[in-house]
């Protein structure tokens, strides 16, 4: 299966980034599909499996590669699907759940921007099954810490290149703009799977 481009518009509604920080970040995207594209060729061609080896080998980089390329990828798509959208006030049942965890929406609210102040790749709102729990995760890298078996539901990309054309060094600005331009409805979309 070759990886394609999801068709994410750039629109006015799409008020955390503007049209040159959206075609930068497209550009992104796209080279994480080109090189999964890439890597799931060589794989196919068994690529230096009687030289497997922790320390340094052929096959050991392009597995590396894989995860960090395949996470860049899935977390773009992610991004880009829960950002500008009118439907950005969460209804009573997501309130209710994030308060489960954290007291209240605006207690989780709160955890999650000081989670993406910290962060220097990726924000996660995901749902751990193993502890029954909604925890926002920071990840450093594509492939850093994600959580085994976590299912991501709001993800925000806090790597510099997703927000310095626009807010230069006013990170807090932009996760304000984040969000204020939550879709929760596709986050709420994501949550059916927890049912």
Not at 14 to 29: G, K
Not at 32 to 61: C, H, Q, V, W
Not at 142 to 148: E, K, L, P
Request: glycine share 4%; hydrophobic share 40%; proline share 3%.
């Amino acid at each position: 299966m070759q990886f394609e481009k999801l068709d994410f518009e750039y629109t006015d509604d799409v008020t955390v980034i503007n049209r040159e920080q959206f075609d930068v970040h497209m550009r992104l995207y796209e080279g994480y599909i080109n090189k999964m594209n890439e890597i799931d060729a060589l794989l196919m061609n068994n690529p230096g499996l009687k030289e497997a080896n922790a320390t340094y080998s052929k096959f050991r980089g392009i597995k590396r590669g894989e995860t960090y390329a395949l996470d860049g990828v899935i977390l773009h798509e992610f991004y880009f699907e829960n950002i500008g959208s009118p439907n950005n006030t969460p209804d009573a049942d997501i309130r209710q759940l994030l308060s489960k965890d954290y007291g209240s929406f605006e207690e989780w609210q709160e955890h999650f921007v000081a989670t993406a102040k910290a962060s220097r790749g990726w924000v996660v709102l995901c749902y751990d099954p193993r502890s029954d729990r909604f925890r926002n995760i920071s990840l450093d890298a594509h492939d850093y810490g994600n959580i085994a078996m976590s299912i991501p539901l709001l993800v925000l990309d806090m790597y510099e290149h997703a927000y310095f054309l626009q807010y230069a060094d006013n990170k807090v600005e932009y996760i304000e703009r984040f969000m204020d331009n939550i879709d929760w409805q596709v986050v709420k979309d994501r949550m059916q799977i927890l049912q």
